[in-house]
């Protein structure tokens, strides 16, 4: 490994905290002759020498960054790092012992710890020679120059295709040049599928200019299908037609090629389609030629490549490419600026300033490498770090076509050790693989590689250096969920291969060279089609297999389950029997229901993943892996847990099924002491299941668990209340649903069983469901919960008062739903207290709240007590299903509302909204519409309508001066929509699901109409022509065509003169695939819409 001096160093760090700590006096024995004290003393030994040597490491690593290691110095440290390994595997083999004799109340084996101190004084000896070793080589020395290193450019390469997070600089130009072409017609090559590539070197931003131009709101409507796929050097042209199938429907396919080709070309028949794919390296054009085939069956074929190579896009029969060149300085000052400063409104000093342009100078251009050395100096005003990275030799590397080696590897350098071994690990993950943090964190603790430090927990060790590495550019957050999915670009994958190429192997699709396996400790096995066995029964036949520190095994899924499953749990039995040392292991997506009995040998075994494999049950071995700390059964059918489980006394993190409702623990879980991650749990009267008294022991559990079958919690039970000392909970769901209850007999029982499951005040989130009492507790509401901010009350439905929650002080989210005894809400919903005006004062309810949602609540009639100052933070009210409500709070309540629904049934008086942006109301009376009718909306910009059992409307331009978005939807009664013409702000109208409403006029300021099984409307529309609805003259017809939408009727009982779903017809009156409602709303609310923009459904 090029960095094993980080590694190693960082690794003795917490193996000599835990030889210290199995070496302390508190656990020596009182004999002095006994094996026990044996043992202890050639520990003590042990430590001591792996202090000297760790300091030796610390010196090499700190040289490392600026000089290169002669061949016998990188033989030494190899040899090094292998006495290391052994070493730890000694030490945790006698802490398991430890651990397995206090769990067991057994005796130590004398024999046993013999073996172990013969072990450990054996590698103590070859310590010592390897210091003597050390010192004749006189390490650290001055090193000659660096040579040139292998270059990042001469590995596999695979770039990333998720849509990452990213401020860009300086790519408007190209950007608009290839949203022109794309919006183009007629610009087809020979081949019937128009191409163009964006060439350029990597780190220069071809994926992310792809990303923006794909994400672009102009593309997205103009074309009926979007596709990205990432391709890389493997071209097969089977699994790239699955993923741009996939990548169309949003379906996974498996099918032959032949399959494939035609559900692609049935699905493009007619259709515009843009398709990314990204990072192509394929000479080979009778591959393009067969990928293409079903490409050529759409309307309108666009496709973008992405790629290094000329000879690529020449294959490929692109027009003339776009040559991605390098950003300008002053772009990249400002790029680096930003990363660097965080934020735009700080300034440098004047002398890191002049420091900075030198080292943006350095970058030459490349993007990647400004934002990763900016990530480096993040926030960090010492000038000799800045210095330090300036003059640094890696700029004095021989560059190749990537060029962004040097930069890289300096901001790797700046790393501290700690954080430099978590990072080289993420090697294990294949490119484009989307990362979550959690999950990172759970491998890195299994590996030890995060130090301890005082009372903060290794989780959150673990989530800073997550955060840590994001500002350094390291990774990437995703931008689907920024808080916890990351990916690695691309290069910076191939920097942490590059690094860790001795260690770490990532084997994808049946690419296996034994060889490379000589020295590999973190092995990750991916195959995509059904060949398995083929690279596992490499695997079980290694010797290696006794060195290796972790195994990830990925099948190819369902349907292609194909292995025998006794051939697949042979070879897994037989891995299980050689893997001694191994503390990563993750067995996802394989056909097997069961796991061999020999998993319990794993005894070093810290990470275990089962995830999205068939397994039913765990073998009761299991419960001998002392050292686990995480188990994961996400998306498996396991159904019951092993008798003693509760053994696993060192697990942290359970990751249940999702189908755990029916499923309960076996007494025992209370031993479980360090247990962090608990998600759900059921409450069981049966004795030989756990009783929810065990949680009391578990004080470390936190983020959110969720209790089902509350109903079940003993009442006599003398424990103390379980979650009231949980500060780590900050998320807790409730459930009494799945045990029958009588309300008149068991009410004051569930009360109590309310009261007795209160949580911390740390909380954040909680739900209540199924609460089978007429009153709330009193700590539902209590304002010392101040850090809640989402509270969720469902089908409580014998309360006929709503909690006091207007005192919860970061409460923002509220939603209420199926309290069908509530008929009145009064100012005890906002206050602790029955308030009179003179005990209320200088109490504003609500102060946080923003989104407030009633729903199914069948008897609510009246709402009142609200008073001024009281939800200062509304911002979006929701009413569903309370078809009694007619009182409802007036000014200035709803003075900072932006957007409402109402699908109540009822008629709430609320004559006025000043504020009101978004509006949708579904109206089941016509007078309900009269009453909507003469409400005033003066900032209203978006109106969704559904009328039931309405013939006729009334919309007025005086009461809706603002709108732009009007849709009618579900409306089967509707006839007459009145005042249409007069809205002169309007520009998109959507009518859907109105097979009576009759045609009138059309505001001329429309830029977008969407129709669909509207047949009277659309005939109208027909018969009277557009230039006669808009008032245009000829000539101006064509250009206004361009800015329509129609959606055809789909209904198979209509005529066939009223389907325009023709070529020809489509043609003559601008018909177009219609746009997503939601999304047009949205972009036209964001000021993001070009006038002649057409949204895509």
């Known amino acids: 490994m090029a960095g094993g001096g980080g590694f190693l160093s960082s690794m003795f760090t917490t193996m000599v905290t835990k030889l210290h700590s199995l070496a302390s006096p508190s656990t020596t024995s009182s004999s002095s002759s006994s094996p026990h004290n044996t043992i202890e003393q050639e520990m003590s030994k042990l430590t001591e020498t792996m202090r000297r040597i760790q300091a030796k490491l610390d010196d090499s690593e700190s040289e490392e960054e600026n000089h290169a290691k002669s061949h016998s110095e990188k033989l030494w440290l190899s040899e090094l790092k292998d006495v290391a390994y052994d070493a730890e595997d000694v030490v945790e083999e006698y802490e398991y012992e430890v651990l397995r004799s206090k769990q067991l109340h057994e005796n130590n084996s004398g024999a046993h710890e013999d073996e172990l101190a013969n072990k450990a004084a054996a590698i103590r000896k070859r310590f010592d020679e390897i210091t003597k070793e050390w010192k004749l080589l006189k390490l650290p020395k001055k090193a000659e120059k660096r040579k040139r290193s292998p270059m990042l450019s001469d590995m596999n390469r695979e770039t990333g295709s998720l849509v990452v997070e990213s401020d860009v600089l300086g790519r408007e130009e190209e950007k608009d040049m290839l949203v022109k072409w794309l919006l183009s017609k007629n610009d087809t090559t020979g081949n019937g599928v128009s191409v163009i590539a964006v060439i350029g070197m990597g780190g220069l931003g071809k994926t992310t200019l792809a990303q923006l131009v794909y994400n672009d709101q102009r593309v997205k409507s103009y074309f009926d299908l979007t596709g990205w796929v990432c391709v890389s050097e493997n071209f097969h042209v089977v699994s790239l037609t699955e993923k741009i199938l996939e990548s169309f429907t949003k379906v996974e396919v498996h099918k032959e090629l032949d399959g494939l080709q035609h559900a692609l070309q049935e699905k493009l028949q007619g259709k515009r389609f843009l398709l990314i794919l990204d990072d192509v390296w394929n000479e080979e054009f009778t591959l393009w030629d067969e990928l293409r085939k079903p490409l050529v069956s759409a309307q309108v074929s666009k496709v973008i490549v992405t790629t290094r190579n000329h000879r690529v896009a020449g294959i490929m ?211 995509k089609y059904p060949n398995l066995l083929k690279p596992l029964e490499t695997i079980k036949d290694l010797q290696q297999l006794k060195l290796m520190r972790t195994l990830f095994i990925t099948g190819p899924g369902w349907p292609y389950f194909m292995i025998r499953q006794y051939n697949f749990f042979k070879i897994l039995d037989d891995l299980f029997q050689k893997l001694k040392y191994i503390r ?133 039970s003398n424990s103390k209340p379980p979650l009231k000392t949980k500060k780590y909970i900050d998320s807790l769901e409730l459930d009494w649903s799945g045990v029958p209850f009588d309300i008149f007999k068991d009410e004051k029982k569930a009360k109590w069983q309310l009261e007795y499951l209160e949580p911390h005040v740390n909380l954040k989130i909680l739900e209540i469901n199924n609460y089978p009492a007429f009153k709330f507790v009193g700590w539902v509401g209590a304002s010392s919960f101040t850090k809640l901010t989402k509270l969720v009350l469902k089908y409580c439905k014998y309360c006929s008062k709503l909690p006091p929650l207007g005192q919860l002080p970061s409460l923002e989210e509220l939603e209420i739903a199926g309290m069908h005894y509530v008929r009145h809400v009064g100012r005890e919903f906002c206050s602790m207290l029955m308030a009179s005006p003179s005990s209320s004062q200088n109490k504003i309810a609500f102060p946080s709240l923003k989104d407030l949602i009633f729903r199914d609540m069948k008897n609510w009639e009246e709402w009142d007590g609200v008073e001024i100052g009281d939800f200062p933070s509304i911002h979006s009210i929701k009413l569903y299903g309370c078809p009694r409500l007619i009182k409802f709070p007036q000014w200035p309540f709803m003075s900072s509302v932006k957007k409402m629904t109402l699908d109540s049934g009822g008629v709430p008086d609320v004559s006025c909204f000043p504020s009101l942006k978004h509006l949708e109301i579904t109206v089941r009376t016509q007078e309900y519409s009269e009453v909507m009718s003469k409400c005033y909306f003066p900032t209203l910009q978006h109106l969704i309508l559904s009328y039931s059992k309405v013939e006729s409307i009334h919309l007025s331009q005086r009461r809706l001066p603002s709108l732009k978005t009007l849709k009618i939807h579900d409306s089967n009664e509707l006839r007459v929509v009145t005042g249409l013409k007069n809205l002169t702000s309007l520009n998109s109208l959507i009518i859907k699901e109105c097979p009576n409403l009759e045609f ?98």
């Open 1000 to 1097: 009138k006029k059309l505001p001329a300021t429309l830029a977008q109409v969407q129709l669909y099984r509207c047949r009277l409307f659309k005939k109208g529309f027909k018969e009277q022509h557009m230039r006669n609805v808009l008032g245009e003259e000829e000539e101006e017809i064509e250009n206004l065509l361009d800015f329509l939408v129609w959606i055809a009727e789909e209904d198979d009982n209509n005529d066939g003169g009223e389907d325009m779903r023709n070529e020809e017809d489509r043609r003559d009156y601008g018909v177009k695939q219609c746009a997503n409602t939601d999304d047009w709303i949205e972009a036209v609310d964001d000021k993001r819409v070009d006038d002649n923009m057409v949204m895509d459904e």
């Open 584 to 716: 990563a292991l993750h067995l996802s997506k394989i056909d097997i229901t069961e796991l061999p009995d020999s998993l319990g040998n794993l005894k070093l075994l810290r990470y275990l993943s089962i995830r999205s494999a068939k397994i039913r049950m765990l073998p009761e071995s299991i419960c001998n892996l002392y050292y686990l700390q995480t188990l994961d059964l996400i998306a498996t059918n396991v159904h019951e847990f092993p008798r003693k489980i509760g053994n696993l006394i060192s697990l942290r993190h359970l990751l249940l099924p999702y189908n755990y409702k029916g499923v309960f623990f076996p007494s025992g879980i209370g031993n479980m002491t360090n247990l962090q991650t608990l998600r759900r749990f059921n409450v069981s009267c049966e004795k030989e299941h756990c009783d929810i008294g065990e949680l009391n022991s578990l004080m470390k559990l936190g983020g959110h668990i969720s209790i089902y079958n509350v109903a079940s919690v003993n009442i006599f």
């Open 317 to 527: 029969g692109t027009r003339s490419p776009l040559d991605l060149n390098c950003l300008s300085f002053d772009i990249c000052w400002q790029l680096f600026k930003r990363v660097t400063l965080e934020g735009a409104y700080k300034r440098l000093q004047p002398h890191l300033e002049e420091l900075g342009r030198k080292i943006v100078d350095k970058c030459k251009g490349l993007p990647l490498a400004v934002k990763v050395l900016g990530g480096a100096l993040r926030n960090n005003e010492d000038i000799d770090s800045w210095e330090k990275i300036l003059e640094n030799e890696m700029w004095e590397l021989e560059e190749t076509n990537n060029g962004v080696l040097p930069a890289l590897k300096i901001s790797y350098d700046c790393m501290p050790i700690q954080l430099k071994r978590c990072f080289q690990y993420l090697s294990i993950f294949p490119k484009d693989t989307s990362l979550d943090s959690e999950e990172i964190v759970r491998l890195w603790m299994s590996q030890g590689l995060l130090p301890l430090d005082g009372d903060m927990r290794a989780e959150d060790i673990g989530r800073n250096y997550i955060k840590r590495l994001v500002e350094r550019s390291m990774l990437n957050s995703v931008e689907i969920n920024v808080d916890s999915s990351f990916v690695m670009h691309d290069l910076v994958h191939d920097l942490a291969q590059y690094i860790t190429q001795d260690e770490c192997l990532c084997v994808m699709d049946n690419k296996f060279d034994a060889k490379k396996l000589q020295k590999i400790r973190h092995l990750s096995v991916s195959v």
